[in-house]
């Protein structure tokens, strides 16, 4: 063999070599987005629970598309969400391989019309990878020791007590804290309010005694806790007591306070995108869900058990918008999408 003949031979080679290299480790198939290279935008600041929701994402496909590259995360904050899911609603931003954080909170701002005038079918509602729930949590040298100290305290001077939290007026954190000082027998509008770019930036406020209370979710205040925060909860928005390093904390309810608040986690996808597309990462977050490590992975997270995908999570996301169009209405909250 002459050395024409030779690199010849070895470009044939390598062409083919590189023709197989997608299906054989299963990392760039244009059938099955999940297989590649993929972002999970987290709609917020760092430290709250978007970020603890792409954290999740990217752990839950490692275990059941071991070899695909680790989803990559990227921060956009903006109104809690809404930057977001305008964008991607809009057409400016998507694609097959960008996932993007929800929670319970971004279904109670969609069901105000505060993400734009765009549908709920303008995205595609993936997968809810488990349920957080709503505490009340307060300083560690805070005078209030529990919720019946802080509803006193509401129903005295709701003035005197001020809430942190991600969110502006009709964010889910603060009708939380509507929620509770209404139980007081007190007015909403008589609470002082500070708003936070995400869970992050309230607790730690919270720790700096810049604020009083946070009425904000459970995963993230036991990750704060976990890296040393100072913070106490006075109660968990829950039906019953949770588990884990939340054992301890009694509900609302149990403190005569009928408060129960779930925040779903769950990512989604531009509607631009293919009905394949869309398949493959219902498909891989299906698999991921049933995966055995997976109920150790999402407790690791903070997390409770709540998995839904593709058609069953639409109905449910509509579920939700309309409950939470009722809560609104009853809150004297402002409807921008009537």
Not at 287 to 312: C, I, K, N, T
Request: charged content about 20%; aromatic content about 8%; glycine content about 12%.
């Amino acid at each position: 063999m002459n050395r024409s003949e030779f690199w010849a031979r070895r470009a044939l080679l390598g062409l083919a070599a590189g023709s197989i290299a997608p299906s054989v480790w299963g990392l760039g198939s244009s059938s099955d987005p999940s297989l590649g290279a993929a972002e999970c935008i987290i709609p917020a600041k760092a430290g709250g629970g978007f970020d603890l929701t792409c954290s999740l994402a990217r752990d839950s496909l490692q275990l059941v598309r071991p070899l695909r590259p680790p989803l990559s995360q990227r921060f956009l904050p903006g109104g809690i969400g809404a930057v977001a899911f305008d964008r991607v609603a809009s057409g400016r931003m998507g694609g097959e391989s960008l996932l993007v954080a929800f929670s319970g909170g971004s279904l109670l701002n969609l069901a105000q019309g505060r993400f734009g005038p765009h549908p709920l079918t303008a995205v595609r509602w993936i997968a809810t990878l488990g349920t957080d729930y709503g505490v009340v949590a307060v300083h560690r040298d805070s005078p209030y020791k529990t919720l019946g100290d802080l509803v006193l305290a509401l129903r005295s001077d709701p003035s005197a007590v001020v809430f942190g939290a991600g969110g502006t007026v009709g964010s889910q954190d603060w009708v939380k804290a509507a929620l509770l000082v209404r139980a007081a027998g007190r007015e909403p509008k008589a609470m002082r309010f500070v708003s936070f770019e995400g869970g992050g930036d309230a607790l730690r406020a919270l720790q700096g005694r810049h604020v009083h209370v946070f009425p904000g979710d459970a995963a993230e205040a036991t990750q704060a806790i976990a890296g040393g925060a100072t913070i106490r909860f006075l109660a968990v928005l829950a039906d019953e007591r949770l588990g884990g390093a939340l054992a301890g904390v009694p509900t609302a309810r149990e403190q005569k306070v009928d408060l129960v608040w779930p925040t779903v986690r769950g990512v989604y996808l531009s509607a631009n995108n293919p009905e394949s597309v869309v398949r493959g990462w219902v498909a891989a977050f299906r698999d991921a869900l049933a995966a055995p490590g997976y109920a150790a992975l999402r407790a690791r997270h903070g997390l409770y058990p709540f998995s839904l995908v593709g058609v069953e999570l639409e109905r449910f996301v509509t579920d939700e918008i309309e409950k939470y169009q009722r809560t609104v209405d009853e809150l004297g909250l402002r409807r921008w999408n009537r």
